[in-house]
């Protein structure tokens, strides 16, 4: 009888007359209808149907390829089908699309054999099959280049040091413990300056390109980097999407352990040797890649506006299920339960699914500089580095939504259901998520983290000092096997997770876009005093 009091209440607060001045102040009325929500998310789930077509039927969507441009449209016209107002495409250069339709990769000498391979994203293919024996030939910085100089022409070159096998003691599946997520609660003091991991990534793609011209001087035929995962997990990760600054020649990724077969048998003198086949495409019509925004307009626009979102493309092997079908679903699934409640919210809330997050954030990154605010980078930072600059150049310049944006969450840590929230190290706002999460207490999704979460598309919100979050996740087979690689398909998606991470998303967003007052946020970031040898302070990673 309690439960059908209170369903009855829920229901009645679905209707569109729900309150929403500013005089209700924190009141019943504005909370979520918390088992109206559960009720739309459980028995009416489009969750799962959602991930199945952007896996099974469209499958990967590397920024600016056909899969991408087709999840752009079938993205926005759900949007615009659901009822959803100003569904739009905000587009950004980005540069070359790029696909790939077969590849092919076989020993032919010492003895036939299949080997398991992907292509690496932005390199030209083969134009027919490649044979000729390999070399083994570590480059692994631009000084190891003299060693190999006149030694590629016409080689199949192996460019990576062979790693040795791992041994598998991790679990490849889990969930947090109830220890892990109390840890969690830990707090380290900013050190001004940590180390956001940029830096090597930079280098890494300054020396792709080194290593790319190097290769086609010596007259290499192909080049072939080893897997960073075992058991025959594939990745074809790579740079050169800049027009102009596409690999010149055809690279592959190998499985493993067949990288490790083929080094032994060089080194044993066996001479092995490769026939190499990929047919690779580039995508020139359109230069842009484009985010999809859409919103549930709120009843007081001076009020402001909350955002959620989810980056819509991938890389290009597997489907780009957990990474990040599965956060692109919860996100478009919550837009769903809220408008098939007929929830009108006080401020506006908005859901975006962004564009070239795997290359740099290009989609949030974009958002944040038109409308949240600026930074003015060194002139003196290339083009297409400036992104990586972009988050320690001082000042900040607000821009328009700077004061009426009150929150950013984001979803990007796989299929595993919510267990609560990082606050990225904002405190003001632990006591408002503590409260909005305890009805989930039940769903395991109540731990709030003073943590900062790894650098996805809240990243940007947060460098200039937006509210901006990610939740914590439980982790399953994300980074044991799915993420980025062959095997990231509809298989390791969990309904019943999606199905609880779309109630929890749903619920706090009516939360903060009900709420009194915009989420409390840290000062406008100014440029940290770097610590000096005197007084040293423990040296970190941002990002953990
Ligand atoms: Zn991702």
Redesign the pocket.
């Known amino acids: 009888m309690m439960r059908f009091v209170f369903l009855a209440t829920a229901v009645a607060l679905a209707h569109p007359v729900l309150p929403a001045a500013a005089s209700e102040a924190d009141g019943a009325a504005n909370h979520a209808p918390l088992d109206a929500i559960v009720d739309e998310a459980s028995n009416r789930s489009e969750v799962m149907r959602i991930a199945q077509y952007l896996t099974d039927v469209i499958g990967a969507r590397l920024t600016n390829s056909p899969g991408m441009r087709a999840a752009e449209d079938w993205t926005a016209g759900k949007f615009r089908q659901w009822g959803m107002e100003n569904v739009r495409k905000e587009g950004v250069e980005f540069g070359r699309g790029w696909s790939n339709s077969s590849v092919g990769a076989r020993m032919v000498t010492p003895r036939r054999l299949q080997l398991t391979a992907a292509p690496l994203a932005w390199t030209p293919g083969t134009g027919g099959p490649v044979t000729a024996p390999v070399v083994v030939a570590p480059l692994l910085d631009e000084q190891s280049f003299a060693s190999y100089r006149g030694k590629l022409k016409g080689r199949i070159v192996l460019v990576s040091g062979p790693r040795q096998i791992e041994d598998a003691i991790a679990p490849a599946f889990r969930r947090w413990t109830d220890e892990e997520l109390a840890k969690r609660g830990e707090y380290d003091l900013p050190n001004g300056g940590e180390d956001d991991g940029s830096a090597s990534l930079v280098r890494r793609i300054v020396f792709a390109s080194a290593r790319d011209a190097f290769l086609k001087e010596e007259g290499a035929l192909a080049f072939v980097s080893m897997s960073g995962r075992d058991n025959k997990l594939v990745h074809g990760q790579y740079s050169g999407f800049e027009i102009g600054k596409t690999p010149a020649v055809p690279g592959f990724e190998l499985a493993a352990e067949d990288y490790r077969r083929l080094v032994r048998l060089a080194n044993m003198g066996a001479s092995p040797t490769l026939e190499l086949e990929s047919k690779n495409a580039y995508h020139d019509e359109d230069g842009k890649t484009y985010s999809i925004l859409a919103d549930i307009p709120g009843a007081n626009p001076r009020d402001g506006y909350i955002l959620a979102g ?2 819509l493309d ?1 890389w290009a092997v597997g489907d780009g299920a957990a ?2 079908a599965a ?1 692109v679903a919860v996100v478009m699934e919550a837009a769903r339960i809220i408008k098939a409640l007929n929830i009108r919210p006080r401020r506006t809330i908005r859901f975006a699914l962004w564009a070239g ?2 290359q740099g954030l290009f989609g949030s990154l974009h958002y944040v500089e038109t409308y949240v605010a600026t930074r003015t980078v060194d002139p003196a930072v290339p083009a297409g580095l400036r992104r990586y600059a972009w988050a320690k150049s001082y000042p900040v310049i607000p821009g328009r939504d700077y004061r009426t944006l009150s929150v950013y969450f984001n979803m ?2 796989g299929s595993g259901r919510i267990r609560g929230i990082n606050t990225q190290g904002n405190l003001g706002v632990v006591p408002l998520f503590r409260k909005w999460l305890a009805p989930f207490e039940a769903m395991g999704a109540s731990t709030v983290s003073a943590r900062r979460s790894p650098a ?1 598309d809240h990243f940007f919100f947060d460098a200039v000092g937006i509210p901006a979050f990610q939740f914590i996740q439980d982790p399953l087979d994300y980074a044991s096997t799915v ?2 690689t062959d095997a990231d398909t509809y298989d390791h998606l969990k309904s019943e997770d999606l199905r609880q991470s779309a109630i929890v998303l749903a619920s706090i967003l009516v939360e903060a876009a009900n709420a009194p007052d915009l989420l409390p946020r840290v000062p406008l970031p100014t440029a940290p005093r770097a610590p000096d040898g005197q007084y040293p302070y423990p040296e970190r990673r941002a990002n953990r």
């Open positions: 989810a980056h991938s990474d990040n956060g997050e795997e990007d840590n996805t993420h980025h």
